[in-house]
């Protein structure tokens, strides 16, 4: 009778671990509960809080998935594949980091150690390489992806050099310096070859044979490439700015005096300070027709709203507290605020100029598209 009892227990324990094997076999086939797959076309936000990239649905404003960025998360922007993301890890100027994160597989991948290019803050993507402002250093960088190299880099000479405009074909930077109240506009260019110091060559005197050219002695030396600066000033504190899709102006905001200034790309000038009261102005951006320039303000709140060919306000909006990043959808219909005092990520009706829903990402400021074709 004990032997049965025993051979009916073995028999019922073998039989659970049968159970439990398929399972867990079952478990493993099918995996963890999978997080929902990237969109080709993908919003991205940076929350300071949590120090999270959340890459969100930009169809039905849903958060698909957050992966952790390093310690003081500011600005990010996407490969022009769509495929990666870079954040600037700012510290007020004091760190030295990248946080690189794989968008498809959502995870994050090792940072870029930018020192001694310190305080990245502004980045951009252009011309197959990465941008960045490297404030702590007074510094533009250029990151080269595909050999994991920094290329390029150049020296403003002004105090916070904060963020960044490329041009497509990377021959032109744009960078705001918000204590130095200035716009450094860098451009890629062909220079005259150098005149002689000391007088022509022996051979160039009258009677003797002409200048061997470029590789022959007593010739010119050759033409070179080279970045020019030119510093604009513009309002007080201003930081945030953008440049009109037609590539002809560039607007900024000026934070401390609420400046907005205009400055004609062709001949760097002035050509309009306007009295906009634009109090703790943050981020500036264009919508994609060029039509109207959006300025948000961190002081109150407020997102203003310009008409680019008057320069007049239409609306002032308010977006709750803090407003920051800002990002207008690609047909013009939308525009994403980071509030940051909030604690989330207002969408607002560019045809309606009403709030017309958030997405809940604690301390929001950076805001990115992540594109793929």
């Known amino acids: 009778m004990n032997i049965i009892i025993v051979n009916s227990t073995f028999k019922a324990a073998r039989f659970s671990l049968v159970v439990a094997i398929i399972g867990m076999a079952t478990l493993l086939a099918v995996g963890p509960c999978a997080a929902q797959p990237t969109p080709k076309r993908a919003l991205l936000a940076l929350s300071k809080g949590d120090h999270t990239l959340a890459i969100i649905d930009p169809a039905s404003l849903k958060i698909l998935a957050r ?16 495929k990666t993301a870079y954040v600037t890890i700012y510290g007020g100027g004091s760190l030295h980091e990248l946080s690189v994160i794989d968008l498809i597989g959502q995870k994050a991948l090792p940072t870029i150690d930018t020192k001694p290019f310190m305080g990245p803050h502004g980045i951009t993507f252009a011309d197959g390489k990465l941008w960045f402002t490297a404030e702590g250093s007074k510094t533009v960088v250029r990151y080269d992806p595909a050999t994991g190299k920094f290329d390029w880099c150049m020296g403003t000479g002004q105090d916070r050099t904060h963020m960044i405009y490329v041009t ?20 890629d260019s062909l220079m005259k070859p150098r005149a002689f110091q000391n007088g022509p060559p022996p051979n160039s005197a009258a009677g003797g044979p002409p200048p061997q050219g470029n590789n022959g002695p007593g010739g010119p030396p050759p033409a070179r490439r080279d970045w020019v600066q030119t510093i604009v000033a513009v309002g007080k504190g201003s930081e945030g700015f953008d440049v009109s899709p037609n590539g002809k102006e560039l607007w900024t905001a ?13 001949s760097k000038t002035v050509t309009a300070s306007i009295d906009a009261k634009v109090q703790g102005a943050n981020r500036l951006a264009f919508t994609p027709d060029g039509k109207h320039v959006l300025v948000s303000s961190l002081r ?21 507290h803090g407003a ?17 005092g909030d604690n989330y990520v207002a969408v607002v009706d560019l045809k309606t100029l009403t709030v017309s829903g958030h997405i809940a990402i604690n301390g929001a400021d950076g805001l990115a598209w992540a594109v793929r074709p």
Request: net charge negative.
């Open 67 to 82: 992966v952790p960025v390093g310690s003081d998360p500011h600005e990010v922007i996407a490969s022009a594949d769509g």
């Open 168 to 187: 497509g074909d990377g021959k032109k930077v744009y960078t705001t310096n918000v204590s130095s109240a200035t716009v450094s506009i860098l451009t």
């Open 254 to 266: 000026g934070a401390e005096d609420g400046i907005i200034t205009v400055i004609d790309l062709a």
């Open 300 to 320: 109150t709140g407020d997102l203003f709203i310009y008409d680019a060919t008057t320069r007049k306000e239409i609306k002032r909006l308010s977006t709750g």
């Open 324 to 340: 920051a990043g800002i990002l207008v959808d690609d047909d013009g219909s939308r525009a994403f605020i980071g509030c940051t």
